[in-house]
């Protein structure tokens, strides 16, 4: 019960990700707030912590909606009485890929650029807005932004999202400055390829596709919401007290590692046709 009697908002948690944090969350003795823009999933979560003892209400919100937004917070000090956690996991998933709004620069819109921000940006200014306040009335709390490794490295082809989730890296270190000495602390979980949902499950179900996402990271696996929902679990608890201002990369070891076959793939026979072409003149048998 590493979170008991705490107030939690984990937004984006009716698929994914979220719904798995706010799940653990629940289990480990918090009142969850879940929230998203599809009542149907956020209900089926909702019923799913409470069928296993846990406290949960939905609150159907748009992170893009300030108006909105402020509505979820009074909703959460209504329902639960106060605020100790603030989970920003949301993202313009549907914006990005069902719409396909978010291109290389050169093609993306100036109103695409714009509404797509509002999400994946402006929508974690909105919550952290109104979420200090009430932390700083408690004299405590923790926030987690979740980011990406596109805000580490460029991202081809979306050219906004990537330069959403550095803003999120940026925003967090800059809270976790201006907050810590009020009690509260500010991380970001950098995550990897997690597959979260049903559309990215049906991708990686291609066989090939699977082989050579696994070659990217270090383990023998891809990514599960759970493992996102661990870390967050720890940023939130009192074992985490000394924490803030971090990212936590979640990504099975894919940013420390360089995208190069190993020397066991086929090296040589690239070299030495590299050679023939003048490209570069080494082999295999050269490296000590």
């Given at each position: 019960?590493?979170?008991?009697d ?16 706010a ?14 823009r ?9 019923k ?6 846990g406290?949960a209400?939905f ?13 979820l ?18 993202a ?7 719409e ?14 714009e509404?797509?921000?509002r999400v ?28 990406s ?42 995550v ?8 990215m499950?049906?991708?990686w ?10 070659k ?38 894919q ?11 086929g ?8 050679t023939?072409?003048d490209?570069f ?8």
């Amino acid at each position: 019960m590493e979170l008991l009697d705490k107030v939690a908002i984990v937004t984006g948690s009716t698929s994914g990700i979220g719904t798995a944090t706010a799940k653990i969350f629940a289990r480990e003795g918090a009142k969850v707030v879940v929230t998203g823009r599809s009542v149907e999933r956020g209900n089926a979560v909702v019923k799913d912590i409470q069928n296993a003892g846990g406290k949960a209400a939905f609150f159907a919100a748009d992170m893009s909606n300030e108006v909105e937004v402020e509505a979820l917070f009074r909703f959460t000090v209504q329902t639960f009485g106060k605020l100790d956690i603030l989970v920003n996991n949301h993202a313009p998933l549907v914006e990005m890929l069902d719409e396909r709004r978010d291109r290389s620069i050169a093609d993306t819109a100036s109103e695409d650029w714009e509404s797509i921000l509002r999400v994946g940006l402006t929508g974690f200014f909105y919550t952290i807005k109104n979420a200090l306040p009430l932390m700083i009335t408690n004299g405590s709390g923790s926030i987690i932004n979740v980011s990406s490794l596109a805000s580490t490295r460029g991202t081809p082809g979306l050219s906004i999202y990537t330069a959403a989730k550095g803003g999120i890296n940026a925003m967090t270190r800059q809270i976790a400055a201006d907050y810590g000495k009020q009690g509260i602390r500010v991380n970001t979980i950098v995550v990897g390829t997690i597959i979260s949902n049903e559309r990215m499950a049906t991708a990686w179900s291609h066989p090939k596709l699977m082989e050579e996402t696994i070659k990217l990271v270090c383990v023998d696996r891809l990514g599960k919401p759970e493992d996102v929902a661990f870390a967050a679990l720890y940023l939130t608890s009192d074992r985490s007290a000394y924490v803030t201002g971090s990212e936590l990369t979640i990504d099975g070891g894919q940013s420390s590692k360089v995208a190069l076959p190993s020397l066991d793939e086929g090296w040589e026979t690239l070299a030495a046709a590299a050679t023939k072409n003048d490209l570069f003149c080494f082999t295999a048998k050269q490296f000590p």
